[in-house]
């Protein structure tokens, strides 16, 4: 098994044309995949949702304001999950409920295991 | 992560939770802050919303949700008016300070204080200064937290159209400067009246047949009847009027669910499964009713009079047409409308004097104010099938197809005819009027 990181790009102003309707459906569909995740055991960490603004720390140790990215770019959270190989956590990935954005997977590289 | 949190997964939140969450806090907001800042307590609000949806299906919901929500915005809304330094002038406004202002909106959050920031806000979307179209789409928009989109979907019209109905709308608020403020007592009948007229139309607006199912209108209905229950809890604004309309949108709902087929196709009052009205809404109705009585009944009292007849008769057949012919004239007396007229014109049939109820149809020929002549050949079309007169039945119903129509109303009349024309008639009726006003 790998673990991989679902790291949700943000929809960018799009998501402000969702109704608090469609939004709760979209809250009570994630709540209902987490749940699933948590349950079945591939869920590894429900992860957190991360704030728009911050610093951005560079190489030289000057401090910006940021990230400043592209709003549809902007990661907005995160979570972990376990799977076989790529394919079956891209599977889970698209069972995951969208609210306009984009999900990317990446398998952890395993640097930091014993 | 929030100590508040608790381990309950999101299924708990009640139906519409995030919708009516949305209309009570941008009422309480709008009246703290005022209503020129409706477009930055919106967004702000629906930023709260969108991290809650964030937070919430993640880690559960916490324990006291609505308190959760409040804090967010109320908390953003402030950052922005003291960033945007526009704060001082918020403040000389409302003639306070901003601890003030916020130790106020934190009390109207508590449950006893939002229906009177609801019913404030009610009074402002219904502002005489807005059109009525305007109004309708602003009670949409703030009261009952739908997406424009939603509004377009659910009033049959672009997006574009609602957008620009909503926008006039805030920009003539703005403009005038209007308050939240509850009406003053010489005001009040009249403003009333408006907040009625609105939430009617409103309710029409979700009732009125369309092709397919679309679980929106049916959720217009329902926010015009909430509306209205608000309306009936307030010892000014729960008038005898007020009661008989809620009456009257409750006697509507409980027939919802048979309107439409599994296809989602129109099925008229004659053709209902009438097994499937709600029981439950049809007592409420009735208990609305009578506690709406007085000595001067409004057309809402004779309009829920006579959708309660249907509800209570057990077929078509056995429908108290005497009834109803007697309400549409009581109404007819309040207000002489052809539509009225045409009502009562196929209850008379119904009752058995067709021949009457032609004369009457022949008489509201031609007439300027008769703007449907869709619903007039209808009705005339129905009243030569009571009389088995199905060549001229299928006239009328030809005549009907002549007009611009909606595709749902061309394919019931296209079914009618061929009907009628294939096996004579099969006993059933069609009630156009009745489900197509």
């Given amino acids: 098994m790998a673990k991989f990181m679902f790291l949700h790009r943000s929809g960018g102003p799009c998501a402000f044309e969702q109704s608090p309707e469609e939004m709760q459906q979209a809250m009570q569909a994630m709540g209902r995949w987490m749940e699933d995740g948590l349950k079945a055991g591939w869920l590894l960490d429900t992860g957190d949702g991360l704030k728009a603004d911050g610093k951005v720390v560079h190489a030289d140790n000057t401090v910006t304001d940021g990230p400043f990215a592209e709003s549809k770019e902007l990661v907005g959270g995160y979570c972990m999950v376990e799977a076989a190989d790529l394919e079956g956590a891209v599977e889970l990935a698209k069972a995951m409920p969208q609210t306009g954005g984009a999900i990317e997977v990446r398998e952890l590289a395993g640097h930091s295991m014993d | 992560m929030n100590p508040e949190v608790t381990s309950d997964g999101p299924e708990q939140l009640v139906e519409h939770f995030f919708r009516h969450e949305s209309a009570k806090l941008i009422a309480v907001l709008a009246r703290a802050f005022g209503v020129r800042h409706l477009d930055l307590i919106e967004d702000k609000t629906q930023e709260a919303l969108i991290t809650a949806m964030e937070t919430w299906g993640r880690h559960g919901i916490p324990s006291n949700p609505s308190g959760w929500i409040y804090r967010v915005a109320r908390n953003r809304v402030l ?75 659910g009033l049959l019209i672009s997006n574009e159209a609602a957008k620009k109905r909503v926008q006039r709308a805030k920009k003539a608020l703005a403009e005038e400067q209007i308050k939240p403020e509850l009406p003053p007592a010489d005001e009040l009948q009249q403003r009333l009246s408006a907040v009625q007229e609105v939430l009617y139309l409103m309710f029409n607006e979700g009732y009125s047949a369309t092709q397919g199912h679309e679980p929106l209108r049916d959720d217009i209905c329902e926010e015009a009847a909430r509306l209205c229950h608000l309306l009936c809890g307030h010892e000014s604004f729960g008038t005898p ?46 208990d609305w009713l009578e506690r709406s009585k007085t000595d001067h009944p409004s057309r809402f009292h004779y309009e829920a009079a006579i959708a309660l007849t249907h509800c209570f008769a057990p077929t078509l057949e056995q429908t108290r047409w005497d009834r109803i012919v007697f309400f549409y004239d009581r109404l007819l007396q309040l207000h002489p409308s052809p539509l009225y007229r045409l009502n009562r014109a196929i209850a008379r049939a119904e009752s058995g004097d067709v021949d009457q109820a032609l004369e009457e149809l022949e008489s509201l020929r031609g007439r300027q104010d008769m703007s449907s002549y869709f619903l007039l050949s209808c009705a005339l079309g129905r009243l030569h099938e009571l009389r088995d007169d199905s060549r001229k039945a299928v006239d009328a119903y030809t005549a009907a197809l002549s007009g611009a129509l909606a595709e749902h109303e061309r394919a019931l009349l296209e079914r009618r005819i061929s009907q009628l024309r294939g096996a004579q008639t099969d006993g059933r009726s069609f009630d156009a009027t009745e489900e197509l006003k």
Wanted: one cysteine or more.
């Fill in chain 2, 241 to 286: 009027e007020t009661k008989a309309l809620l009456a009257l949108m409750l006697a509507h709902s409980a027939r919802l669910g048979a309107r439409v087929d599994s296809e989602g196709a129109t099925i008229l009052l004659a053709d209902q499964d009438r097994s499937l009205w709600d029981r439950g809404l049809v007592r409420a109705a009735d």
């Fill in chain 2, 79 to 153: 950052d922005v008016l003291r960033r945007e330094k526009i704060h001082q002038r918020a403040m000389a406004w409302t003639q306070g300070n901003e601890q003030y202002i916020v130790s106020l909106a934190d009390q109207w959050i508590a449950d006893d204080q939002v229906p009177d920031s609801l019913l404030r806000m009610m009074f402002v979307c219904c502002h005489p200064v807005l059109d009525r179209r305007s109004q309708i789409a602003l009670t949409l928009k703030i009261l009952c937290g739908f997406s424009l989109s939603e509004i377009a979907r």
